[in-house]
Each structure stands twice: as C-alpha cells, then as structure tokens.
C-alpha cells in the first residue's frame, strides 16, 4: 500500500502542486495514516484543510480503495 501511496504523490499530486509553485513530500505511512510535508507555496496556507480534504484524501481513496488519515506536519 506505501508504494501505490508514494507512487500517487511521485506521479500525480507531486507534478499538479509544483504547477502552482508548492511541493508536498510522503513522510510516512503507517496502517491508515499518511504523514506529509507541504512546502513552497503551500507551507502556511491558509487553505491547507482544503487541499487535503478535497484533492489529497479523494485521491489516496481513488489510487488505494481504502480509507486514510492525512496528517500534515510542520
């Protein structure tokens, strides 16, 4: 489940943040949880709730068929 994680942040999420001048980084996954690190134009955005809630978990969701926390750390 880690490689089809990390694949989906290395191929997807990865490419679509640096677009818009962010990065995001799989920290570590562990049972249902995913730890990430957002960087550049992401780190202390206000709207980090929403990226995570609305394009991040949908994501993890549609690439594993399971669900997962998303904890984003500083």
Request: aromatic share 6%; glycine share 10%; charged share 25%.
């Amino acid at each position: 489940m880690r490689n089809r994680i990390e694949t989906l942040f290395r191929e997807v999420l990865g490419p679509l943040f640096e677009a818009d001048g962010a990065s995001v980084e799989v920290v570590n996954v562990k049972e249902r949880l995913v730890q990430i690190r957002l960087g550049g134009a992401y780190r202390g955005c206000p709207s980090t709730p929403y990226t995570v809630d609305g394009v991040i978990i949908p994501a993890i969701r549609k690439a594993t068929g399971e669900d997962f926390r998303v904890e984003v750390l500083v």
